[in-house]
């Protein structure tokens, strides 16, 4: 693909720019290698938290490892490419009124087959448009008291919740 966009093994494709936050680092420094193994060179700017998230928000990037749990609803998602995001957590500053209409529908509505259609309707617009590249998970243990009732797991964030705790009798 780089030789049919005129960049033959990377020769005078210009450096790719990632900022990151510093928890981030390693990830995009194996990212960095990976790319550098098919000729494309990328700068890593590792920012303090409010600074890259500002820089991000600004739309002040080329490339970012930005980290997002799974939601347990896709309308979650939506701020990552509804318009009134940009300047948020749109980063791909994605303007796209036909988008929006999509999602906004989509998170309004109850019949669940009409809802995700027009999710998949909504995600091929904005994925052929962004480039969002899941790259990672990250795993959470947890360590309890054997006498401490958990209450549900959940796979897609990173807490627990007290409210569902309780000590076993």
Do not use: H
Request: glycine fraction near 6%; proline fraction near 4%; hydrophobic fraction near 40%.
């Amino acid at each position: 693909m780089l030789a049919e966009a005129g960049y033959k093994d990377g020769a005078g494709l210009p450096a790719l720019q990632a900022v990151i936050r510093q928890d981030r680092q390693k990830g995009t420094e194996v990212f960095q290698q990976s790319l550098k193994e098919i000729g494309i060179n990328l700068e890593i700017n590792v920012q303090e938290n409010t600074t890259y998230l500002t820089t991000c928000r600004q739309g002040d990037f080329g490339t970012s490892l930005v980290a997002s749990t799974m939601p347990s609803d896709a309308a979650l998602f939506d701020k990552f490419w509804l318009s009134e995001s940009v300047g948020a957590d749109n980063y791909a500053r994605l303007k796209m009124p036909e988008l929006d209409q999509l999602l906004n529908q989509a998170g309004t509505i109850t019949d669940n087959t009409k809802r995700v259609d027009l999710y998949k309707q909504a995600y091929t617009i904005a994925n052929n448009l962004c480039a969002y590249i899941p790259c990672f998970y990250v795993d959470n243990i947890v360590v309890a008291n054997k006498n401490l009732n958990i209450g549900n797991r959940y796979p897609d964030a990173p807490f627990l919740r007290f409210e569902e705790m309780s000590w076993k009798n």
